[in-house]
């Protein structure tokens, strides 16, 4: 029997960092040989947002564990993972092209040495020590909806399926990155949150932007979006180091993504039925150094 609505929990919650899911890093080998979906994707570990890593491998890796990839005693152990292959594809990209930036940057900045007794270590004070280095701001939303046709109206169960993809359909077509965010902020009244806001579109997003990659994953009423923002602390482009103060006052989200969740409903009419949406938007917000 499908179910048309899940039950949850109806919460709201601030944007907060999550400090309650320590990874352990040490499970994981440098280089992840991983099945996405049929994919064979290779990436190095350390290309991978800590949100990311969190979302495909809560438990760790177990690489004892067989494969239907793997044919032969020879052949590297890959490790499946149920995560969309073209946003991975996105994000190896951008973290490719990331590393390849900081070692073009290091080529023509080499970094000079600390004083002595001065070590050099990030700080979430001195700017300084954010000059000359390539950033990455991760946001990622996942959207879970839940569909509620007439209370009086009879739908058979195959309709439901197909009232569910359409759903799916339009809201993938809603797609404004802040939109949903602004209005939960404008309704609970919360300038901490509009802050946070002003502060990523003066890192170089801006309000009206749309997600960079969107899809409705498989068998599931639930649409995952993700936007990955890049720039540099270089002085040699930015002589007053406004970006490396933005990047300071990030700095909090520096492997500790922050979460918000929260709940609203709207209305669509399909096949000249009317029903309810609700949807459960988890927000997610991570600096990452490279």
């Known amino acids: 029997m499908t179910h048309i609505i899940t039950q949850l929990e109806e919460t709201t919650s601030p944007l907060i960092v999550d400090h309650d899911d320590p990874l352990d890093e040490t499970q994981l ?25 969190l979302h495909l491998f809560p438990n760790g890796i177990d690489l004892s564990l067989p494969n239907e990839m793997d044919s032969g005693a020879h052949v590297e152990s890959t490790v499946a993972v149920d995560f969309d292959p073209s946003c991975f594809a996105y994000i190896k990209r951008v973290f490719e092209e990331t590393q390849k930036a900081k070692r073009e940057q290091l080529a023509s900045n080499p970094p000079t040495s600390p004083l002595p007794g001065r070590p050099a270590i990030l700080s979430l004070d001195t700017p300084d020590s954010l000059v000359n280095r390539q950033v990455v701001i991760a946001l990622r939303e996942d959207l879970e ?72 994953e498989p068998k599931r009423t639930c649409i995952t979006s993700l936007s990955l923002l890049r720039f540099a602390t270089s002085p040699a482009t930015d002589p007053d180091q406004h970006s490396a103060l933005v990047a300071q006052r990030l700095m909090p989200f520096w492997k500790k993504p922050a979460r918000k969740c929260w709940w609203d409903v709207g209305s669509l009419t399909l096949d000249t039925m009317e029903i309810k949406v609700w949807k459960r938007r988890t927000w997610t917000l991570e600096f990452i150094l490279v």
């Not at 007439?150 to 939109?179: C, S, W």
């Open 29 to 53: 080998p440098p280089i992840l040989n991983l099945n996405v979906r049929g994919e064979r994707i290779d990436i190095e570990r350390l290309l991978l947002p800590e949100s990311i890593i």
């Open 145 to 216: 909806y839940f569909v509620l046709p007439p209370r009086h109206t009879p739908v058979a169960e195959q309709d439901i399926h197909r009232i569910k993809y359409q759903a799916g359909q339009h809201l993938m077509q809603d797609n404004k990155m802040f939109e949903p965010l602004l209005k939960n902020i404008k309704k609970e009244n919360n300038l901490a949150e509009l802050h946070l806001v002003e502060m990523l579109c003066e890192a170089g997003f801006d309000q009206d932007d749309r997600w960079f990659h969107r899809n409705q």
